[in-house]
């Protein structure tokens, strides 16, 4: 290529990069969404130092002894960081009311000085637990009420935080093996940073252990906050109404008659765990315990004893590397981290206790698998904390040279006392760390238990409060005071649907892979990658075919289908959504955004959950029935069908439902929906949607055992 081609590309290349790189006015549109994200992720990062204060304090006193601080340990540079960034983003998007609101979670950190620092404030000592416990609700409240959980700042903390938990069980830290090259000879000099092996959030913290279950603990507590006011926002817009039309007194006296099945069979399945739980952990005992006239009369009793059992394995297969360690650090002359470091690390094993090998039927050997999993995990990560720590300091004192050897000696023999000290507290610390978040693995279920029993009511009452009858005003919307009511009704293509041929720059049409395409061919593209992942993937419109509108022949391209199957296309304004299925979901236009509608309103319990698939215009979308498609104002959409059939439906459209008002008609047999007037919706009356089967049944029964 000579350099007049190049000068020719140059242009090109550089018009394509201009076409795909964001514009300085894109990233300034950009800036509010961007910086909202920064701040609930620091957010999040400045919950960690409360979270391990609460896990400390409930360790000591499952150990007995008495908490008297809210006691956390931050590095202090990294926290400020935190800090300063928290104010910086939290002021471009909130102003100042919630950025108040997560300065507890900075103050709680300051609660960690503990009452010996506190000198001339020591009166204060005994308010710095409860003022601690007192910030971290504050905080958590700010975050229930103004954060978003589904979100990439959420997405982000949740993915560092699990690779920091994971770390302690699975090996992700680089560590020097036995036989393993020294660290290189090259001192720091006195006073220089000391580097250390840290994963995620390690420089935040040098001694807490963040672990799986403690995001799962407090993840249940965020979204159970958030749930709750959710369902209290989603209902005040309907409360007037109801109170206006409805007798409610009567209803919650009929919901709770209809109710009983539900609580009964939470009873019962309640009453067979708690049985499971009782053979399993007699089993834990009788297979960890130590046999001896102090027989273990708990799980954590047996643990105990089977730790203290290995601890002392590990204590006397690390006594020689050990007494070596505090030999070189009295003589100290010689690099103490390349002589020293590799044998100690490969004197402590991996794990505190072993696996056994599991048939996939036995579940008590899962079960028991899984404690010894949550332990090794909890002493891994403290093996891991007290080894860099040790390498940390080994490596200040080799900083000093010959004329300073006392100090070096100081420092390098302090280093291994507190490490050998540390030692004999790993696997008690382990086993409380352990047993305390895995009994909170009952508030967990509780949590799901709750939701489940909340939905479940406001599914019966939504029946009760939008029946079918000639007397009731009454109707289900997910949003009846739109300001976007769609403009356009849907129209039925028949067997194929056309996609004209449009001038450079108008909107490029996604299809589903399956469906044939004549006069055109898609290319593979993933639009909107993190937007309902898991539906369209299990649907198959996760990876769609892309068609360059502008690329197609003069009379356009089309989407035929095979009858009795029809095809629907549906335009839609700025702003205008309706609620679809994926697995409806033919083709779409570029400009139609996918999304998810999030209702915890009565209003959306008439369908059984909260949770819904949803396309916002601009643009065309195309949809899949498999048989006659009744679209539109036509006279047999204004009739009550079968449930299974509504296919699309506009955002604002009001429904009452047809449905047996007893135990038997609530929980098992299908029921029937009625659309309001003039609202636009699609109904499929192909035969898998009027017929009752054995799965119906098995779905009617899930609505009341899905939390969502």
């Not at 978040?437 to 009511?457: E, M, P, Q, R």
């Not at 048989?627 to 459209?653: I, M, N």
């Not at 929980?667 to 054995?694: F, H, M, T, V």
Request: glycine content about 8%; overall charge positive; aromatic content about 10%.
């Amino acid at each position: 290529m000579t350099f007049l081609d190049i000068a020719k590309v140059r242009p090109t290349v550089t018009q394509f990069l201009r076409d795909r790189i964001p514009n300085r006015q894109t990233l300034l549109l950009s800036w509010p969404f961007i910086a909202v994200n920064i701040f609930w992720f620091l957010v999040l990062v400045s919950w960690l130092p409360m979270i391990a204060g609460l896990q400390d304090i409930l360790v000591r006193l499952r150990l007995g002894t008495a908490p008297d601080a809210f006691s956390v340990r931050p590095d202090t540079v990294s926290f400020v960081l935190v800090a300063v960034g928290i104010l910086a983003t939290g002021l471009v998007r909130f102003r100042f009311i919630p950025v108040l609101c997560v300065l507890p979670a900075l103050m709680a950190v300051l609660l960690g000085i503990g009452p010996a620092n506190l000198g001339n404030w020591s009166e204060l000592a005994p308010w710095l637990l409860p003022i601690g416990l007192g910030l971290v609700a504050l905080s958590g409240l700010c975050f229930v009420l103004h954060g978003r959980i589904r979100s990439p700042a959420v997405a982000a903390f949740l993915l560092l935080a699990g690779i920091e938990a994971l770390s302690g069980i699975f090996p992700l830290a680089p560590s020097l093996e036995e036989g393993a090259s020294a660290i290189p000879p090259v001192a720091p000099q006195p006073g220089a940073p000391t580097p250390a092996v840290f994963l995620t959030f390690g420089r935040l913290f040098h001694a807490y252990h963040l672990s799986v279950l403690d995001l799962l603990i407090v993840a249940s507590l965020i979204v159970l906050g958030r749930f709750l006011v959710l369902v209290w926002r989603h209902n005040q817009p309907g409360w007037v109404g109801l109170r206006e039309n409805a007798d409610l007194r009567t209803t919650a006296v009929r919901t709770a008659w209809l109710s009983v099945p539900f609580f009964v069979l939470i009873g019962v399945l309640g009453w067979f765990w708690n049985g499971v739980g009782r053979e399993a952990e007699a089993y834990a005992i009788t297979v960890l315990a130590t046999p001896g006239p102090t027989a273990a009369k708990s799980l954590e009793d047996a643990l105990r004893q089977a730790s203290a059992r290995e601890q002392q394995k590990v204590a006397e297969r690390s006594k020689a590397s050990l007494g070596d360690a505090t030999a070189k650090a009295k003589d100290g002359t010689t690099q103490l981290v390349g002589s020293v470091m590799p044998n100690v690390r490969a004197s402590f094993p991996a794990y505190l206790m072993e696996l056994r090998g599991c048939r996939w039927y036995d579940v008590f050997c899962h079960v028991m698998n899984g404690i010894k999993s949550v332990v090794n995990s909890v002493y891994r990560k403290a093996r891991d904390a007290a080894l860099n720590s040790l390498e940390a300091e080994l490596r200040r004192a080799d900083a000093y040279g010959k004329d300073q050897l006392d100090t070096k000696r100081r420092i390098a023999t302090e280093a291994v006392d507190s490490f050998s000290r540390q030692t004999t507290r790993w696997a008690d610390t382990a086993v409380s760390k352990a047993f305390e978040t895995a009994s909170w693995i009952g508030l967990i279920l509780s949590i799901y238990g709750f939701i489940v029993a909340v939905k479940t009511v406001m599914v019966i009452m939504s029946r009760l409060l939008y029946r079918d009858t000639p007397d009731n005003p009454l109707f289900a919307s997910l949003k009846p005071n739109t300001k976007n009511p769609v403009s356009h009704l849907p129209t039925v293509v028949g067997n194929e649907a056309v996609i004209p041929y449009r001038p450079p720059g108008s909107p490029d049409t996604y299809i589903a892979l399956r469906y044939e395409i004549r006069n055109a061919v898609a290319n593979v593209s993933l639009p909107q990658p993190g937007t309902g992942i898991f539906g369209r993937m299990l649907s198959g419109r996760y990876v769609l075919g892309l068609l360059r509108t502008s690329s197609l022949p003069k009379e356009g391209a089309s989407i035929v289908v095979n009858a009795p199957s029809e095809l629907v296309t549906w335009s839609l304004a700025p702003g205008e959504e309706i609620i679809l299925r994926y697995d409806d979901l033919v083709a779409f236009s570029s400009t139609v955004r996918l999304a998810i509608e999030i209702n915890f309103s009565l209003q959306a319990t008439l369908f059984g959950r909260f949770l819904f698939h949803k396309a916002i215009g601009p643009g065309d979308v195309i949809m899949q029935t498999q048989g006659e498609a009744v679209a539109g104002h036509e006279k047999d959409a204004a009739e009550s069908r079968r449930a299974t059939s509504l296919k699309a439906w506009e955002l604002q459209a009001g429904f009452q439902i047809q449905s047996n008002l007893d135990w038997r008609g609530v929980y098992l047999a299908p029921y029937n929906i009625r659309k309001q007037a003039r609202s636009l919706l699609i109904y499929d009356n192909g035969p898998e949607n009027s017929r009752w089967s054995s799965l119906g049944l098995i779905k009617a029964v899930r609505t009341f055992l899905l939390p969502f």
